[in-house]
């Protein structure tokens, strides 16, 4: 009985812990500290927006963000910003699907002068279904905390 309760005990730890590590935070201010270059979520026509932090500079940083709807228009729009989220470094971008079966994709880059922290911001549309996919390429050190 004491071993059935401790390992039902081990395993709930083990899913919250695993829940919570791949957590996409909605806080500004405490934003998901990114380990992977690439982050794959749905789109569910829900008024939310994400906000995740990595390093990056010095150099050319590219976002690359693919939509694929299941289910009407539907997309997400993003931008990069400072480590105070109050600096927007790259502005207004987004990428839509027109329709059901449809993908759409989005290119942005920007070249950094310093190693900083920044905050990608996404706020997928509040209607349509479907999955985004982002991808974060050049000079960025993922799963570092830089200065903030």
């Known amino acids: 009985m004491k071993k059935s309760l401790l390992l039902a005990a081990s395993l709930l730890v083990i899913i919250v812990a695993t829940g919570s590590a791949f957590a996409q935070s909605t806080d500004r201010d405490h934003p998901t500290p990114l380990r992977s270059d690439e982050i794959k979520g749905e789109l569910k026509g829900e008024e ?3 906000f995740y932090s990595f390093t990056a500079g010095a150099g050319e940083v590219t976002l690359t963000v693919d939509v694929k709807s299941s289910g009407g228009t539907t997309g997400t729009a993003f931008e990069l ?16 699907a027109g329709s059901t079966g449809e993908s759409g994709r989005e290119v942005a880059s920007i070249k950094l002068g310093k190693r900083q922290t920044v905050i990608l911001h996404l706020t997928p549309f509040k209607y349509g279904n479907g999955t985004f996919r982002v991808r974060i390429g050049g ?7 830089g200065q903030r």
Request: proline share 0%; net charge negative; aromatic share 4%.
């Open 48 to 50: 939310i927006e994400y």
């Open 81 to 96: 910003l400072d480590a105070d989220a109050n600096k927007v470094l790259i502005c207004c971008e987004g990428a839509q």
């Open 139 to 145: 000079a960025v050190a993922l799963g570092e905390h």
